[in-house]
């Protein structure tokens, strides 16, 4: 609630500003900012009733219990909507979203859902896809796309994580070659000395099934290493800015 709050007060009066000019009035660093600010406000501000108007504009987009109407989302917006959907646990909205992308042959709208379900999904609903990525619906890049962002799921991570290592070998058979020796780029998800201390060991003992492997982790390591370095010199700072004293 005090993350809410303070994206409101820092960002709502920029997005105020700026939604209520008319178009031609806007410069073009202008236009470029107010989609990404408008996603920002939906994703981590105060703003509930907009989440569920975009979440229903999906299940339309998407024809999740009536006809699909691809005019009822801009593409930009898809991912945000996608995860307005399934962020609470949602199983029909993810099961109707799963149902359109087994029809679609669109790759970037497909990668797009898939994408924002595995970032966004609670952890039951990131397990089942996660599990679904290895049928024949799902081709090799889009099970790494669903990895990388499964894996950075906060509220999925934990249960993701020991999945992924259960279930390495078959991660690396399916993806792309060039994707293989980037696999450990994914150490940079984690945000503990500890938590990237393990990811790093666990990838060394996987060297043989992804041979140039030492440059991605080498680049994951260090930036959870800083992650976790950042999160310890400035932990007394955040509490204090969302202090209620």
């Given at each position: 609630a005090?993350?809410a ?15 209520e000019r ?11 900012l107010?989609?990404s600010?408008w996603?920002?406000l939906l ?12 979440a229903?504009?999906a ?6 219990g ?14 945000t909507?996608?995860?307005a959907?399934?962020?609470?646990g ?7 979203a799963?149902a ?8 970037t709208?497909?990668?797009?859902i898939?994408?924002?379900i ?17 049928g ?14 499964a ?5 999925a ?6 999945m992924?290592k259960?279930?390495f070998?078959?991660i ?8 293989k020796?980037?696999?450990?780029r994914?150490v ?7 938590e ?10 996987q ?12 680049q994951?390591v260090?930036?959870g ?7 310890a ?8 800015v969302?202090s209620?004293d």
């Amino acid at each position: 609630a005090e993350l809410a709050d303070w994206v409101e007060a820092t960002y709502g009066p920029v997005w105020t500003y700026l939604s209520e000019r008319p178009a031609t009035a806007l410069s073009t660093s202008e236009r470029l900012l107010a989609p990404s600010l408008w996603s920002l406000l939906l994703e981590n501000g105060n703003r509930a009733e907009n989440r569920a108007e975009i979440a229903t504009r999906a299940k339309a987009y998407m024809g999740i219990g009536q006809e699909a109407d691809p005019t009822a989302l801009p593409a930009e917006d898809l991912y945000t909507a996608v995860a307005a959907g399934v962020e609470n646990g949602d199983w029909n909205f993810y099961q109707g979203a799963i149902a359109f992308v087994r029809t679609s042959q669109n790759q970037t709208e497909r990668v797009t859902i898939l994408s924002a379900i595995a970032g966004e999904g609670t952890p039951e609903i990131v397990t089942d896809l996660f599990k679904l990525s290895f049928g024949d619906d799902i081709s090799g890049n889009e099970l790494y796309s669903i990895y990388s962002y499964a894996v950075r799921n906060e509220k999925a991570q934990s249960t993701i994580w020991p999945m992924v290592k259960d279930n390495f070998s078959n991660i690396v058979a399916k993806i792309p070659l060039i994707r293989k020796q980037q696999t450990p780029r994914i150490v940079s998800a984690f945000c503990t000395a500890e938590e990237v201390a393990d990811a790093k060991a666990f990838f060394e003992s996987q060297a043989d099934l992804i041979p140039g492997y030492e440059r991605s982790l080498a680049q994951g390591v260090e930036q959870g290493e800083n992650c976790s370095a950042l999160r310890a010199a400035t932990a007394e700072d955040v509490k204090a800015v969302f202090s209620n004293d």
